[in-house]
T-cell receptor
Framework: GESVGLHLPTLSVQEGDNSIINCAYS??????FIWYKQESGKGPQFIID?????DKRQGQRVTVLLNKTVKHLSLQIAATQPGDSAVYFC????????????FGPGTRLSVLP | DAGVIQSPRHEVTEMGQEVTLRCKPI?????LFWYRQTMMRGLELLIY????????DSGMPEDRFSAKMPNASFSTLKIQPSEPRDSAVYFC???????????FGDGTRLSIL
């Protein structure tokens, strides 16, 4: 029979444009969030993090925005490059679940030449 | 600095066989995590250790799975007996402590025939 799997949201952007990847979280008690990048055949790599006492944090070409009111997290990548093509995961820290971090399903970013 | 080292990178074996996956965390990291990644379920936490002690194994699928951390520099995930539905990529990650970014290995791609 046909296999059913996760249908990863896909974002396609032109090289040089800015990318915005979104993530919704469900636990209002989550106090720490991380964005990871996973390239094919590799493990997730840390990109940037943010704690709940902040609403914005910037890194090199990346910015994370946190909106606690609507429980939404976004990752902005400036001047997207071919090397940015990957799957991006958000992760939230939920101590009250007894687990350390819970990962979202991921978004696939494809950079078009 | 060496990152998280996992072995083997690939494993193909017949159902019913015992499978042992190995992980060497980053030196000085106190927390170690085992994850499983599949198309169907995404990235799932199986178990994590703090200071070599298992803290939460609620993600371990069933008694066929077991994990040990005999010392701060080594952990194993064992499946006995293995089944085709165990086929997945298994990741090990370590972090300096709970609630801090996790550093992932490049995973073991396991295929059970």
């Amino acid at each position: 029979g046909e296999s059913v799997g996760l249908h990863l949201p896909t974002l396609s952007v032109q090289e040089g444009d800015n990318s915005i990847i979104n993530c919704a979280y469900s636990n209002s008690a989550s106090d720490y969030f991380i964005w990871y990048k996973q390239e094919s055949g590799k493990g997730p790599q840390f990109i940037i993090d943010i704690r709940s006492n902040m609403d914005k944090r910037q890194g090199q070409r990346v910015t994370v925005l946190l909106n606690k009111t609507v429980k939404h997290l976004s990752l902005q990548i400036a001047a997207t490059q071919p090397g940015d093509s990957a799957v991006y995961f958000c992760a939230e820290k939920r101590d009250n679940y007894g687990q350390n971090f819970v990962f979202g399903p991921g978004t696939r970013l494809s950079v078009l030449p | 600095d060496a990152g998280v080292i996992q072995s083997p990178r690939h494993e193909v074996t017949e159902m019913g066989q015992e499978v042992t996956l190995r992980c060497k965390p980053i030196s000085g990291h106190n927390s170690l995590f085992w994850y499983r990644q599949t198309m169907m379920r995404g990235l799932e936490l199986l178990i994590y250790f703090n200071n070599n002690v298992p803290i939460d194994d609620s993600g371990m699928p069933e008694d066929r799975f077991s994990a040990k951390m005999p010392n701060a520099s080594f952990s194993t995930l064992k499946i006995q007996p293995s089944e085709p539905r165990d086929s997945a990529v298994y990741f090990c990650a370590s972090s300096p402590g709970t609630g801090q970014p996790q550093h992932f290995g490049d995973g073991t791609r396991l295929s059970i025939l």
